[in-house]
């Protein structure tokens, strides 16, 4: 949520925040701008996309080596030019990007307000800038200063980056709960939401820490903590390819990386799966088999696409390992009170490890002893740092705001997981396993098999673009892929669409059946295959539209269905990372027709860093 850019150094600082900007677009893209800091403070800023700010900058003064820059997912205040960022402080000497919320903005903006400020805007952002500055003003003291006070004061989540008319040689920035990466260049510095603005430049970087404080100068970074003591930069090396956040010819990145996922699901199993020696190498596993396999429950805490990929790992693992299994909401679970045993085990599932909800969930957690799992893409984020132990995903970084190889990919470490956790219990056969294992080894190819074949798509998706409601059903490990082929409809098209499990559909929503309702069953051959093709009878009784998702080969639902979208045989375990597929293209291709803009759809954000 928000994207946030900054550079100090020798460069021309606007042309290296608007690169920025558009990397970053993925989190927000509802208002653009940037201030520049060069014999006083020049701010731009814009409603829109970053191609509308940069329209209004056009031959306009943009001089300048030290800079901010943000791309806003509104929280406080419309979507508009005057709540875009940065914001400047009443004197005009502060300007201020933000991405986060200030919880109690509205008690300080009261305050100050009383004492004669007047505010040029609804955010919390501008809230929080005046209320540094007042404390700078009344105490007399450095920013640096005014900020450590003013931030153990608010409450909430924040990244915020600071430029002082008065100081023209320094950053200043700060980090609670929102991502922050400062990028080590020689004679220069880049600040960012995250590492794509800073590959370019420097493959050396600083993960900023809750609660720290950064002063950034072109030539030195200084970390503080709020207390005051200054602390070491812990510099890592970016593993990441300026290729892996470019679009590689195709038209979108949701395109690129539906189409990637051969190759992410083979490099998440890469190095672990060993087929000829039967083996599953993970070591963040492995290094606490004992707390992981002796758990006496598993809870696995997700949002959106990643709670799917959580609801199928319920069915998956207690099948195999025997361990009893509750998926939760993320923000649900951190509000109420739930039981946390001392011996419960937490998988925490995201793909941008940054999931203010999740973090706090299993902060939360935590806190009442249970062990924590992190499966995360992001490497070094922070639901990775703060998990016990994990496995990453290494999907690679996903810019399309609707989750597509991430998801995959998570099937494909939660299945692994579940595997070495059932090997370890002697709660599965080594028949089977080893059978799940070839079958592991054995997706890529298959995902690469319905993705060369799947042209077909584009013209059931022509058929049913401008259907109002769409209804996603399956059965067993199938009803989650439901679920996620209805989020995927909504997110792309804008199209109302509803998951069930099919079961569920006599409960009531087969009332909304008609001529006119196209029902997208997830039908594969599995345990439940008759089960599921007496459903898709009973929607062809009442007249309603049938897609389904099918074994190749499977003749019956062939006959039955209006239109089929075939993968190969599967083991129905493994199926879901399969069954998805086409479901995946058919919103794409579904929201290439309606031509929405597929890679930001309207009001999301790829990493809800906000609650
Ligand atoms: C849907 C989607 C979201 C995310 C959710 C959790 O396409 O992308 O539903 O899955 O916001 O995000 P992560 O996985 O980053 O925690």
């Not at 709540?83 to 009443?90: E, G, M, V």
């Not at 200030?102 to 004669?116: F, T």
């Not at 929102?178 to 493959?203: C, M, N, Q, R």
């Not at 991430?406 to 219990?425: G, S």
Request: aromatic share 6%; hydrophobic share 40%; proline share 4%.
């Amino acid at each position: 949520m928000c994207g946030i850019v900054a550079y100090i150094g020798y460069r021309q600082a606007y042309p290296v925040i608007i690169k920025g900007l558009k990397r970053l677009e993925y989190r927000g893209y509802d208002s653009a701008g940037v201030a520049l800091l060069n014999h006083g403070i020049k701010l731009y800023k814009k409603k829109g996309k970053v191609a509308a700010l940069e329209e209004i900058t056009i031959g306009k003064d943009l001089d300048g080596s030290i800079g901010i820059g943000h791309t806003r997912w509104a929280t406080h205040g419309e979507p508009s030019d005057r709540n875009a960022h940065p914001h400047l402080s009443a004197n005009g000497k502060l300007a201020m990007i933000h991405n986060g919320i200030i919880e109690n903005y509205a008690a300080l903006r009261h305050e100050l307000i009383k004492k004669g400020y007047v505010f040029h805007s609804d955010t919390d952002t501008e809230v929080l800038l005046n209320f540094i500055e007042d404390i700078q003003k009344n105490n007399e003291s450095t920013l640096e200063e005014a900020l450590r006070i003013a931030l153990k004061r608010i409450v909430g989540a924040y990244v915020i980056v600071l430029i002082d008319k008065d100081d023209p040689d320094t950053l200043i920035a700060a980090r609670k709960g929102s991502p922050l990466v400062i990028g080590i260049g020689k004679g220069e510095h880049f600040l960012a939401s995250d590492a794509s603005p800073i590959i370019e430049y420097t493959k050396e970087v600083v993960y900023v820490n809750d609660y720290q404080i950064a002063i950034i100068k072109a030539d030195e970074l200084i970390l503080k903590n709020l207390g005051n003591e200054r602390q070491t930069p812990f510099i890592q090396k970016l593993d990441l390819e300026l290729a892996a956040i470019e679009k590689g010819g195709y038209d979108h990145f949701m395109l690129k990386e539906i189409y990637e996922q051969p190759h992410t699901i083979y490099d998440c199993l890469r190095g672990r799966l060993d087929v000829s020696e039967g083996t599953i190498t993970m070591s963040g596993i492995q290094n606490n088999i004992d707390l992981i396999k002796n758990a006496n429950r598993i809870l696995i805490i997700a949002c959106g696409t990643s709670w799917h990929a959580g609801l199928i790992a319920e069915y998956v693992i207690e099948e195999l390992c025997r361990i009893p299994v509750e998926v939760e909401y993320a923000s649900e679970f951190r509000y109420r009170n739930p039981v946390v045993h001392k011996g419960d085990m937490i998988i925490a599932i995201s793909q941008s490890g940054e999931t203010a909800d999740t973090l706090v969930a299993i902060e939360r957690a935590k806190e009442q002893g249970a062990v924590i799992l992190g499966i995360v893409n992001v490497v070094g984020s922070s639901i990775a740092r703060i998990s016990h132990a994990g496995a990453y995903t290494h999907a690679g970084p996903e810019i399309g705001v609707a989750s597509t190889k991430a998801f995959t990919a998570q099937l494909t470490v939660l299945a692994m997981v579940a595997l070495k956790i059932a090997k370890e219990r002697e709660t599965i056969t080594n028949e089977r396993y080893l059978h799940l294992i070839n079958e592991l080894n054995e997706v890529p190819e298959k995902v690469k098999q319905i993705l060369d074949g799947a042209d077909y798509i584009k013209d059931i998706a022509a058929k049913y673009k401008d259907v109002p409601n769409a209804l996603y059903l399956g059965r067993g490990y199938n009803f989650p892929v439901a679920l996620e082929g209805a989020l995927k409809l909504k997110e792309i098209s804008y199209i109302h669409a509803e998951g069930y499990p099919a079961a569920e559909m006599k409960h009531g929503p087969i009332a909304l059946v008609d001529e006119n309702l196209p029902v997208i069953f997830v039908a594969t051959k599995d345990t439940y295959h008759e089960k599921i093709v007496s459903n898709i009878q009973e929607i062809k009784a009442r007249k309603g539209k049938v897609i389904a998702v099918i074994t190749e080969g499977d003749e019956t639902i062939k006959g039955m269905a209006d239109d089929i979208m075939p993968i190969p045989e599967a083991d129905e375990l493994i199926a879901p990372i399969l069954s998805v597929i086409p479901l995946q293209l058919l919103s794409y291709y579904i929201g290439i027709a309606k031509e929405y803009d597929v890679d930001k759809p309207r009001n999301l954000a790829k990493s809800v860093t906000v609650e």
